[in-house]
């Protein structure tokens, strides 16, 4: 997906977020944003490509504050947070177990920030209510029509916290018998899901876990290895988690594919350019 001019603050909120969790250095903050301003400056224009120039921005701090994975922490605390969660959900389910209720869930922890909870929120009742809501784009029946028609997915996961409620979806997933290969990132970047959290979360009773050989911004096709790309073109059938794998998975041919997307559209360029409103729950074939 190509830049709006509502990503210019947005790419400038990130990155102070990211130096502030990188590092105390000041004067080093300080230096990093001037030389960011000067990236964007060159690169922030019309038809540049968001995710791409989102993951060199993140990059550069990483290399620029010798900080790995600024957002260490919040993976932590979000996974433990999530998983606490997990019994409420479950019992929320089990008075109705319909598919589009474990979608739902699916994109509620996409919804939530869960590393900006505490134990004394109400995550219960923000489950309750959004469970209410109507999904705004509902391909359900689609959706299950690839479930019994095929025979393995991959499902590419989106941040941590958020993966917990994936297990729900992915256990659901199970029961049509197929074969789940779950892809996560190769390197830190964001909040997003690697090897290790999917792992914490236990994402692995079932499926395989795979790294799609890069640390970006959702999903930039030129940087995925050759061992992703091959999987990934193994597999017609195919489910996309979150804002940042749409922004990508959009830059390149999938009509070969059964893809689906499940997302919250969280910001104004994305509900512009699915054509939903803003905050609306999505299950959509493209």
């Known amino acids: 997906m190509k830049v709006s001019y509502e990503c210019g603050p947005c790419f400038l909120r990130q990155a102070k977020e990211a130096l502030d969790l990188s590092t105390d250095d000041e004067m080093l ?6 030389e960011i301003f000067k990236f964007l400056s060159e690169n922030f224009k019309e038809g540049t490509n968001s995710n791409s120039t989102g993951s060199t921005m993140h990059n550069f701090i990483k290399e620029r504050t010798g900080c790995r994975d600024p957002y260490f922490k919040e993976k932590i605390e979000g996974n433990e947070i999530a998983l606490k969660y997990l019994p409420d959900v479950k019992r929320i389910l089990e008075k109705d177990d319909s598919l589009e209720n474990y979608v ?14 505490t134990l004394d929120d109400d995550i219960e009742s923000v489950i309750r209510s959004s469970l209410e809501k109507e999904l705004a784009i509902k391909d359900i029946d689609e959706f299950e029509k690839s479930l019994k028609s095929n025979d393995k997915v991959l499902y590419l996961v989106d941040n941590t916290g958020e993966i917990v409620f994936d297990k729900l979806l992915l256990a659901k997933i199970k029961e049509y018998g197929l074969d789940i290969t779950i892809a996560v990132k190769s390197e830190p970047i964001l909040n997003d899901a690697c090897m290790k959290e999917a792992l914490d979360a236990g994402l692995d009773e079932f499926g395989q876990i795979v790294e799609i050989g890069a640390g970006t911004v959702g999903y930039v096709d030129s940087k995925i290895s ?44 994305i509900s512009w350019d699915i054509g939903v409103n803003l905050h609306d729950m999505l299950l959509f074939k493209r």
């Open 29 to 34: 903050k300080m230096e990093i944003m001037g």
């Open 104 to 117: 739902k869930i699916a994109i509620i922890g996409n919804i939530l920030d869960f590393g900006a909870f």
């Open 226 to 269: 050759d061992e992703f790309r091959e999987i990934f073109n193994s597999h017609k059938f195919i489910i996309s988690k979150g804002m940042g794998n749409y922004e990508g998975l959009t830059e390149i041919d999938l009509s070969d594919k059964e893809i689906f997307f499940l997302l919250c559209a969280k910001c104004k360029t």
